[in-house]
């Protein structure tokens, strides 16, 4: 079964400081991993993906299959990155769904 | 492109009433998602469509939920008789499966409240 946990509900930060957000997941097969970003009054969105390997936003993720972990990190949170936060699976054979977790918020203060 | 779209944005309704919610995905999507977001918790799944086919329902309450996508563009989600519980926001979600693109593009979602 696929099963990702955000262990967080809230989290805090000032402007100008480092933040983590993390994810974990359960899954038998090779996962695909996905953070997805819902800011104030706007619709889910994808932020970035484990394949891509990419900074987006200034914000990166790296795939611990040791781990299971999916953790999302930025080294300087803005205010602009308040929002909900919510890592998702995927499995990457054939057709299949995407499971999310429940989603942290961050609130980042000036 | 607009996107992912829903409608209604908002729906108020009394328990036992029925209700619909309608989607039209993206272009050239060809998977549909349905999803169920209770406050508070990650959207969960309750169907995904292949085309016009229903490839995983597992999650859908078959005794008042159902769900069809005709022709395999637009979809509608039915809940008759509405309950109490079922107040939550219902997101629709499309994407393009390929390789490695299993990212879904979602719509703003209605906002239901059962009373």
């Known amino acids: 079964a696929q099963r990702v946990t955000q262990p967080e509900k809230l989290l805090s930060v000032f402007k100008g400081a480092p933040v983590e957000l993390k994810c974990n997941y359960s899954?038998?097969?090779?996962?695909?991993l996905f953070w997805y970003v819902q800011y104030s009054r706007q619709r889910l969105q994808l932020l970035l993906r484990?394949?891509s390997r990419e900074s987006i936003k200034g914000f990166t993720a790296d795939l611990n299959k040791g781990e299971t972990s999916f953790h999302l990190k930025k080294p300087f949170a803005q205010e602009e990155d308040s929002a909900m936060y919510y890592c998702a699976l995927s499995g990457n054979t054939g057709f299949q769904k995407l499971v999310f977790g429940t989603g942290t918020r961050l609130l980042v203060s000036p | 492109e607009a996107g992912v779209v829903q409608s209604p944005r908002y729906k108020i309704i009394e328990k036992k009433q029925p209700v619909a919610f309608w989607c039209n995905p993206i272009s050239g999507h060809n998977t549909l998602y349905w999803y169920r977001q209770n406050l508070g918790q990650g959207p969960e799944l309750l169907i995904r469509?292949?085309?016009?086919?229903?490839?995983?329902d597992s999650q859908l309450p078959k005794d008042r939920f159902s769900a069809e996508r005709l022709k395999g563009v637009d979809s509608t989600l039915k809940i008759q008789p509405a309950e109490l519980g079922d107040s939550a926001v219902y997101l629709c979600?499309?994407?393009?499966?390929?390789?490695?693109?299993?990212?879904?593009?979602f719509g703003q979602g209605t906002r239901l409240t059962v009373v």
């Open positions: 484990h394949i």
């Open positions: 979600a499309s994407s393009l499966e390929g390789e490695l693109s299993t990212e879904a593009f």
């Open positions: 469509y292949e085309n016009e086919e229903a490839v995983d």
């Open positions: 899954y038998s097969g090779s996962p695909e």
